[in-house]
């Protein structure tokens, strides 16, 4: 039997399950893999990996499927995905849980705050924890807590030859490093994260918005890039600029009165339509973010990191590709902070290589009908085009398939090292996608 060998449950062509099996978050992504195989354990990792190897095709890994450009799927490929793998085993005694796979964001939230623990992951309920701490992973705690990767204590991994490996700062420390921030579909696949955790209990929710008003969106963006530099650590932000309009979402971990001191610059900003500075559970403030996600849509998107203060002109430039957006409210440039937190760990302790940029811009659109995405799609290549020329990196959890030496803007001076890494345990380059790192020197 030509499954023969696959342990999990196993969704081919032609089963039921396959149509919504073979679908990504984005649904731009159209790919037929020949097999996607939903492992529950490592065994069926290892499993997978041989069958891929005996029967001659190649693998995608997936956890969440919310891979920008669907490098985690692919027609004819077989898919090993970790969906069942969602075990959360929390250890009060010293602060650390340890998390399968396939977990989703959300219900991993709900299960920590239960026992009053916050968590430094991102903003979409449906992400899954795998390619988040992978990539790096920023949030609304990102300038308290650090990025998602840096609370990261160890991971298990299922390596090229089937063998399952631990990874810390002891124990395959190279290969460590290299998971925190280059680890999505690289090196292996990890099957399991211990985290250390900290304590949470109220957080100050901000939500502004300046709606129909398009003179807020330069002013925005230029109190944005002076109030970024000495912002207190304790208030991340994820914010941005649309065509008619800007916005702010934050999480403070501290009390509204301070909180409206800190966002003076943005509130002075006029004609706010809306202004929510609220006090409330930090699993509440998750899920008000949380809900203004789709289940799943079409877009496109790239992002950059952000390394100095852009002149009036520059600016004014990114105002100018927002007025020629496709779409009045779904396409924008957002705003994503670093910084704090971020930049207490040395560049060189982990992959993550843009440690010391200011902010992540990103430049996206979303679109209903087939028929739209080319002019979104054209959109969004001319604003990267001129968003390149201003910036310096790309930020690897939000790829974009157009990106030019996509190596080096990703990964930059830790290319060599990465390369190395990836020879010694990927010398035959099973792990491979489309913009994954190549086993050489
Ligand atoms: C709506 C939306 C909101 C987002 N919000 C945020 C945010 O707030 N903060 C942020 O930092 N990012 C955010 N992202 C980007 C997100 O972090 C990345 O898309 C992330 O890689 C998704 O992980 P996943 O496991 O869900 O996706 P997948 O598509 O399953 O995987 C992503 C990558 O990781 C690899 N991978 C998956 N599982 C494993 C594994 N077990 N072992 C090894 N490699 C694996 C895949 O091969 C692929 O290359 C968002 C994305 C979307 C679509």
Redo the contacts with the bound molecule.
């Keep these: 039997m030509k499954y023969k060998g696959l342990t999990g449950k196993v969704v081919v062509p032609g089963d039921p399950e396959y149509e919504r099996a073979r679908q990504?978050?984005?649904k731009a992504i159209d790919k037929y893999p020949a097999v996607i195989v939903y492992c529950f354990n490592p065994e069926d990792v290892a499993n997978a990996i041989r069958w891929s190897r005996e029967n001659a095709i190649r693998l995608?890994?997936?956890?969440?499927?919310?891979?920008?450009e669907?490098?985690?799927?692919g027609t004819h490929k077989l898919v090993i995905?970790?969906t069942f793998m969602k075990d959360i085993k929390l250890n009060i005694a010293d602060d650390t849980v340890r998390i399968e796979?396939?977990t989703?964001l959300l219900p991993l939230y709900e299960y920590l705050y239960k026992y009053g623990y916050t968590f430094p992951?991102?903003?979409?309920p449906?992400?899954?924890?795998?390619?988040?701490v992978?990539?790096?992973?920023?949030?609304l705690s990102t300038r308290y807590l650090g990025l998602?990767t840096d609370n990261l204590l160890e991971a298990e991994?299922v390596g090229a030859g089937g063998n399952l490996l631990t990874a810390n700062c002891e124990c395959n420390s190279e290969l460590f490093w290299a998971l925190r921030g280059a680890?999505?579909?690289?090196?292996?696949?990890?099957?399991s994260y211990k985290f250390g955790l900290q304590k949470v209990n109220k957080v100050t929710l901000i939500q502004l918005r300046w709606d129909n008003n398009v003179a807020a969106r330069l002013q925005f963006l230029q109190v944005w890039q002076k109030w970024l530099p000495h912002l207190d650590r304790r208030l991340s932000s994820?914010s941005g600029i649309y065509k008619r309009g800007a916005w702010v979402n934050a999480f403070f971990y501290g009390k509204p009165e301070e909180a409206r001191r800190i966002l003076a610059p943005l509130l002075a900003i006029p004609g706010l339509t809306l202004e929510n500075i609220d006090y409330v559970p930090f699993i509440d403030a998750v899920k008000t973010i949380a809900a203004m996600?789709p289940e799943r849509?079409a877009?496109q998107t790239a992002g950059r990191f952000v390394q100095r203060q852009f002149s009036l002109d520059e600016l004014e430039k990114l105002i100018s590709i927002m007025d020629r957006a496709p779409s009045d409210r779904d396409s924008s440039i957002r705003v994503?902070s670093l910084g704090g937190a971020v930049r207490d760990i040395k560049t060189d302790a982990t992959s993550f290589a843009y440690r010391n940029a200011g902010y992540i811009m990103a430049i996206t659109s979303s679109w209903e009908s087939k028929a739209e995405a080319p002019q979104h799609r054209k959109w969004v290549n001319a604003g990267f085009k001129y968003i390149y020329t201003i910036t310096r990196g790309s930020?690897?959890?939000?790829?974009y398939s157009q990106t030019p030496d996509y190596e080096r803007a990703y990964y930059g001076e830790h290319l060599r090292r990465l390369r190395r890494i990836k020879k010694e345990y990927d010398p035959h380059n099973i792990?491979s996608?489309p913009q994954?790192i190549k086993p050489r020197f």
């Design positions: 990504e978050y984005n995608r890994v997936r956890s969440g499927g919310h891979n920008y669907g490098y985690s799927t995905d970790t796979a396939g989703r992951g991102g903003t979409c449906r992400v899954a924890i795998s390619g988040l992978l990539g790096g992973g920023i949030g998602t991994m680890g999505g579909g690289n090196f292996g696949v990890v099957t994820f996600y849509e877009f994503y930020y690897i959890n939000f790829p792990f996608f994954s």
